[in-house]
Protein backbone atom coordinates (compact mmCIF):
# COMPACT_ATOMS: atom_id res chain seq x y z
CA UNK A 1 0.00 0.00 0.00
CA UNK A 2 1.29 3.37 -0.96
CA UNK A 3 2.21 6.44 0.93
CA UNK A 4 0.47 8.63 -1.18
CA UNK A 5 -3.24 8.23 -2.40
CA UNK A 6 -3.73 8.90 -5.83
CA UNK A 7 -7.06 7.83 -7.92
CA UNK A 8 -6.42 4.75 -9.85
CA UNK A 9 -8.11 5.86 -13.04
CA UNK A 10 -9.60 9.39 -14.79
CA UNK A 11 -11.02 10.12 -17.79
CA UNK A 12 -11.22 13.50 -20.10
CA UNK A 13 -12.27 14.35 -23.39
CA UNK A 14 -10.08 17.03 -25.42
CA UNK A 15 -10.06 20.40 -24.55
CA UNK A 16 -11.66 18.98 -21.29
CA UNK A 17 -9.85 20.24 -17.68
CA UNK A 18 -8.83 17.49 -15.05
CA UNK A 19 -8.05 16.86 -11.74
CA UNK A 20 -5.59 14.79 -10.65
CA UNK A 21 -5.75 14.39 -6.64
CA UNK A 22 -2.53 12.95 -4.24
CA UNK A 23 -3.31 12.65 -0.13
CA UNK A 24 -0.79 12.68 2.27
CA UNK A 25 -0.02 13.35 6.02
CA UNK A 26 1.55 16.00 7.94
CA UNK A 27 4.78 13.80 7.72
CA UNK A 28 4.95 14.35 3.62
CA UNK A 29 2.98 16.28 1.46
CA UNK A 30 2.19 18.76 4.61
CA UNK A 31 5.82 19.18 5.27
CA UNK A 32 7.07 18.76 1.86
CA UNK A 33 6.66 20.06 -2.05
CA UNK A 34 5.24 17.73 -4.03
CA UNK A 35 6.69 16.25 -7.69
CA UNK A 36 4.61 15.11 -10.26
CA UNK A 37 5.96 12.17 -12.94
CA UNK A 38 4.07 11.19 -16.04
CA UNK A 39 5.23 8.07 -17.19
CA UNK A 40 4.07 7.34 -21.24
CA UNK A 41 3.43 3.48 -22.02
CA UNK A 42 5.57 2.33 -19.07
CA UNK A 43 8.46 4.37 -20.64
CA UNK A 44 11.36 6.51 -18.44
CA UNK A 45 9.06 8.78 -16.08
CA UNK A 46 9.12 12.78 -16.98
CA UNK A 47 8.64 15.41 -13.90
CA UNK A 48 6.00 17.34 -15.12
CA UNK A 49 5.67 19.79 -12.35
CA UNK A 50 8.40 20.68 -9.38
CA UNK A 51 5.29 21.64 -6.97
CA UNK A 52 3.45 24.41 -8.38
CA UNK A 53 5.86 25.81 -11.16
CA UNK A 54 6.13 24.50 -14.11
CA UNK A 55 9.48 22.44 -16.15
CA UNK A 56 11.62 23.80 -18.62
CA UNK A 57 9.88 22.82 -21.73
CA UNK A 58 6.04 21.02 -19.75
CA UNK A 59 3.32 23.03 -21.73
CA UNK A 60 1.42 25.82 -19.15
CA UNK A 61 -2.01 23.60 -19.27
CA UNK A 62 -0.13 21.64 -16.46
CA UNK A 63 -0.68 23.46 -12.92
CA UNK A 64 -0.13 22.13 -9.67
CA UNK A 65 -1.49 22.94 -6.22
CA UNK A 66 -1.38 21.93 -2.90
CA UNK A 67 -3.29 22.40 0.60
CA UNK A 68 -2.97 20.98 4.02
CA UNK A 69 -1.80 17.30 2.53
CA UNK A 70 -3.54 17.01 -0.38
CA UNK A 71 -1.80 18.29 -3.95
CA UNK A 72 -2.98 18.62 -6.66
CA UNK A 73 -1.90 18.47 -10.63
CA UNK A 74 -4.66 19.60 -12.98
CA UNK A 75 -4.57 19.59 -16.56
CA UNK A 76 -6.64 22.29 -18.87
CA UNK A 77 -6.98 21.73 -22.29
CA UNK A 78 -6.94 18.10 -22.50
CA UNK A 79 -4.27 16.57 -25.45
CA UNK A 80 -4.29 13.26 -26.58
CA UNK A 81 -0.27 13.24 -26.00
CA UNK A 82 -1.68 13.73 -22.35
CA UNK A 83 -2.63 10.27 -21.95
CA UNK A 84 -0.22 8.30 -19.80
CA UNK A 85 0.19 7.45 -15.95
CA UNK A 86 0.87 9.94 -13.57
CA UNK A 87 2.71 9.59 -9.84
CA UNK A 88 2.83 12.02 -7.30
CA UNK A 89 6.14 12.02 -5.09
CA UNK A 90 7.67 13.76 -2.14
CA UNK A 91 9.84 12.81 0.84
CA UNK A 92 8.61 11.41 4.05
CA UNK A 93 10.21 12.23 7.41
CA UNK A 94 9.04 10.03 9.68
CA UNK A 95 9.63 7.19 6.91
CA UNK A 96 12.86 8.73 5.78
CA UNK A 97 12.12 7.47 2.69
CA UNK A 98 10.70 9.08 -0.57
CA UNK A 99 7.38 8.18 -1.44
CA UNK A 100 5.33 7.83 -4.34
CA UNK A 101 1.83 7.57 -5.04
CA UNK A 102 -0.06 4.36 -7.03
CA UNK A 103 -0.36 6.36 -9.81
CA UNK A 104 -3.43 7.45 -11.69
CA UNK A 105 -3.87 6.52 -15.14
CA UNK A 106 -5.38 9.26 -17.39
CA UNK A 107 -7.44 8.21 -20.27
CA UNK A 108 -8.02 10.58 -23.23
CA UNK A 109 -11.83 9.87 -24.85
CA UNK B 1 22.62 16.93 -23.07
CA UNK B 2 22.03 15.62 -19.56
CA UNK B 3 21.76 11.98 -19.64
CA UNK B 4 21.62 8.94 -17.37
CA UNK B 5 22.35 5.73 -18.90
CA UNK B 6 21.80 2.53 -17.04
CA UNK B 7 23.23 -0.78 -17.26
CA UNK B 8 24.06 -3.96 -15.88
CA UNK B 9 20.18 -6.07 -15.63
CA UNK B 10 19.48 -9.38 -16.60
CA UNK B 11 18.31 -12.59 -15.15
CA UNK B 12 19.10 -13.72 -12.04
CA UNK B 13 18.69 -16.93 -9.53
CA UNK B 14 16.64 -16.40 -6.38
CA UNK B 15 20.08 -15.58 -4.18
CA UNK B 16 22.12 -14.73 -6.25
CA UNK B 17 23.74 -10.96 -6.74
CA UNK B 18 24.00 -8.18 -9.98
CA UNK B 19 25.35 -4.82 -10.05
CA UNK B 20 23.53 -1.94 -11.95
CA UNK B 21 25.61 0.67 -13.10
CA UNK B 22 24.16 4.06 -14.16
CA UNK B 23 26.83 6.59 -16.12
CA UNK B 24 25.89 10.08 -15.81
CA UNK B 25 26.56 13.11 -19.08
CA UNK B 26 26.09 16.50 -19.46
CA UNK B 27 26.42 17.72 -16.02
CA UNK B 28 28.46 17.91 -13.01
CA UNK B 29 27.50 14.36 -11.46
CA UNK B 30 29.81 15.39 -8.09
CA UNK B 31 27.33 18.09 -7.19
CA UNK B 32 24.26 15.99 -7.10
CA UNK B 33 22.31 13.45 -4.99
CA UNK B 34 21.37 10.93 -7.26
CA UNK B 35 18.73 7.74 -6.33
CA UNK B 36 17.54 4.52 -7.51
CA UNK B 37 13.81 3.92 -8.26
CA UNK B 38 12.47 0.53 -9.34
CA UNK B 39 9.11 -0.14 -10.91
CA UNK B 40 7.80 -4.14 -11.18
CA UNK B 41 6.06 -5.31 -13.87
CA UNK B 42 2.63 -3.71 -14.29
CA UNK B 43 2.73 -1.74 -10.80
CA UNK B 44 3.89 1.65 -9.64
CA UNK B 45 7.03 3.49 -9.12
CA UNK B 46 8.89 2.41 -5.50
CA UNK B 47 12.08 4.23 -4.25
CA UNK B 48 14.96 2.15 -3.43
CA UNK B 49 17.72 4.12 -2.36
CA UNK B 50 19.68 7.45 -2.56
CA UNK B 51 23.55 9.09 -1.96
CA UNK B 52 24.12 12.53 -1.50
CA UNK B 53 27.04 14.17 -3.56
CA UNK B 54 29.80 13.03 -1.88
CA UNK B 55 28.47 9.75 -1.04
CA UNK B 56 28.66 9.76 2.76
CA UNK B 57 25.18 9.88 3.20
CA UNK B 58 23.22 6.83 1.52
CA UNK B 59 19.26 5.86 2.40
CA UNK B 60 17.48 2.78 1.69
CA UNK B 61 13.78 1.53 1.97
CA UNK B 62 13.45 -1.11 4.27
CA UNK B 63 12.71 -4.17 2.56
CA UNK B 64 16.59 -3.99 0.94
CA UNK B 65 18.69 -2.91 3.86
CA UNK B 66 21.12 -5.16 4.31
CA UNK B 67 20.71 -6.67 1.33
CA UNK B 68 21.32 -3.43 -1.54
CA UNK B 69 24.31 -1.30 -1.78
CA UNK B 70 24.46 1.98 -3.00
CA UNK B 71 27.39 3.46 -4.27
CA UNK B 72 29.13 6.16 -6.62
CA UNK B 73 32.46 7.12 -8.67
CA UNK B 74 32.47 10.82 -9.20
CA UNK B 75 35.88 10.56 -10.67
CA UNK B 76 33.99 8.56 -13.28
CA UNK B 77 30.53 10.03 -13.42
CA UNK B 78 29.04 6.72 -12.23
CA UNK B 79 26.45 5.54 -9.64
CA UNK B 80 25.81 2.07 -8.53
CA UNK B 81 23.47 -0.74 -6.95
CA UNK B 82 25.02 -3.89 -5.81
CA UNK B 83 22.24 -5.91 -5.40
CA UNK B 84 22.36 -9.11 -3.14
CA UNK B 85 20.55 -11.93 -1.83
CA UNK B 86 18.05 -11.00 -4.32
CA UNK B 87 14.21 -12.66 -4.42
CA UNK B 88 11.91 -13.06 -6.84
CA UNK B 89 10.26 -9.62 -6.09
CA UNK B 90 12.83 -7.58 -6.55
CA UNK B 91 12.06 -8.10 -10.36
CA UNK B 92 11.85 -4.78 -11.93
CA UNK B 93 12.71 -2.14 -14.12
CA UNK B 94 15.36 -0.50 -11.83
CA UNK B 95 15.99 3.41 -12.85
CA UNK B 96 18.56 5.94 -11.64
CA UNK B 97 17.36 9.59 -11.52
CA UNK B 98 18.99 12.92 -10.15
CA UNK B 99 17.88 14.71 -7.53
CA UNK B 100 17.65 18.46 -8.13
CA UNK B 101 17.28 20.97 -5.61
CA UNK B 102 14.28 23.57 -6.95
CA UNK B 103 13.19 26.53 -4.85
CA UNK B 104 14.47 24.63 -1.57
CA UNK B 105 13.01 21.25 -2.58
CA UNK B 106 14.25 18.30 -4.04
CA UNK B 107 12.45 16.56 -7.06
CA UNK B 108 13.91 13.78 -9.38
CA UNK B 109 14.75 15.85 -12.21
CA UNK B 110 16.05 13.70 -14.80
CA UNK B 111 15.76 9.68 -15.37
CA UNK B 112 17.57 6.94 -17.44
CA UNK B 113 15.33 4.85 -19.42
CA UNK B 114 16.41 1.81 -17.10
CA UNK B 115 17.91 -1.46 -16.49
CA UNK B 116 15.10 -4.93 -16.59
CA UNK B 117 16.05 -6.99 -13.75
CA UNK B 118 14.30 -10.52 -13.53
CA UNK B 119 14.96 -13.19 -10.39
CA UNK B 120 13.72 -16.53 -11.62
CA UNK B 121 14.77 -19.88 -11.44
Known amino acids: QSALTQEASVSGTVGQKVTLSCTGN????????VGWYQQISHGAPKIVMF??SLPSGIPDRFSGSKSGTTASLTISGLQPEDEADYYCSTWDNSLTAWVFGGGTKLTVL | EVQLVESGGGLVQPGGSLRLSCAAS????????VTWVRQAPGKGLEWVAN????????QYMDSVKGRFTISRDNAKNSLFLQMNSLRAEDTAVYYC??????????????WGKGTTVTVSS
Open chain 2, 97 to 110: ARHDLVYNYYYMDV
Open chain 1, 51 to 52: GN
Open chain 2, 51 to 58: INPDGGVK
Open chain 1, 26 to 33: SKNIGSYA
Open chain 2, 26 to 33: GFIFSTYW
